[in-house]
């Protein structure tokens, strides 16, 4: 079964320093995963995609992940965290496929970034 | 391109009454699934729907149904609602072959 585990609920960071947001995985085969950006009181936001091609995925508003196997991590990061990236991410890694269809996404509980001036 | 929309934004229930969501999927996207995220969770697969036909089905009872109409559009059915059924309810399109999901902006349900 596919699962992910967002491994802090709550980060905060001051703007203009790095930001880290971890993600560990867990899938019986080869998985897509995804980072999901949501702002307060809005729908879910794709940032970036890892479908088994290039292990170090770039994702917009200047986020970028890596897909680690060894390690079964997925690990969202950005070099400088600006004011508006505050708010809620979530790791996602997608489940079964059923027929032609694209499958279930399957979230983690989200980890709330916070950004002090 | 038109993104997915969800109609109605916001929406108050009794205990035991139905509710009708409604979600037009991105343009020339056939496949809709719809998602629940209740407050400070993650969302939750509730079903997906595929060449109008259920493709797929979470951890949710029976009261929860759904249709996918031939334009690809979709409704979530939610017969004696709960209160626990209070949450975000999300629609998402995507299109075949590709994996990635677009989300529209949810409808808020409150059950009293």
């Known amino acids: 079964a596919q699962s992910v585990t967002q491994l802090d609920s709550h980060v905060s960071v001051s703007e203009g320093t790095p930001v880290l947001l971890r993600c560990n995985y867990s899938?019986?085969?080869?998985?897509?995963l995804f980072w999901y950006v949501q702002h307060p009181n809005k729908g879910l936001q794709l940032l970036l995609k890892?479908?088994?091609?290039?292990?170090l995925v770039k994702g917009i508003n200047g986020f970028e992940a890596e897909f680690k196997k060894s390690e079964t991590s997925f690990h969202l990061t950005k070099p400088s965290a600006h004011m508006s990236d505050a708010a809620e991410y979530f790791c996602?890694?997608?489940?079964?496929?059923?027929?032609?269809?694209?499958?279930?996404?399957?979230f983690g509980k989200g980890t709330k970034l916070s950004v002090k001036p | 391109e038109t993104g997915v929309t969800q109609s109605p934004t916001h929406l108050i229930k009794t205990r035991g009454q139905q509710v009708t969501l409604r979600c037009s999927s991105q343009s020339g996207h056939n496949t809709v699934s719809w998602y629940q995220q209740a407050l400070g969770q993650g969302p939750q697969f509730i079903f997906q729907?595929?060449?109008?036909?259920?493709?797929g089905r979470g951890n949710f009872p029976p009261r929860f149904s759904g249709l996918q109409f031939p334009n690809y559009s979709s409704e979530l059915n939610v017969n004696a609602l709960e209160l626990d059924d209070s949450a975000l309810y999300l629609c998402a399109s995507s299109l075949a072959g590709v994996y990635e999901q677009y989300f529209g902006p949810g409808t808020r349900l409150t059950v009293t």
């Open positions: 890892y479908t088994s091609a290039a292990t």
């Open positions: 899938s019986s085969y080869s998985p897509s």
């Open positions: 996602v890694v997608r489940g079964m496929n059923y027929g032609g269809s694209q499958g279930n996404l399957i």
């Open positions: 729907y595929y060449r109008e036909e259920e493709n």
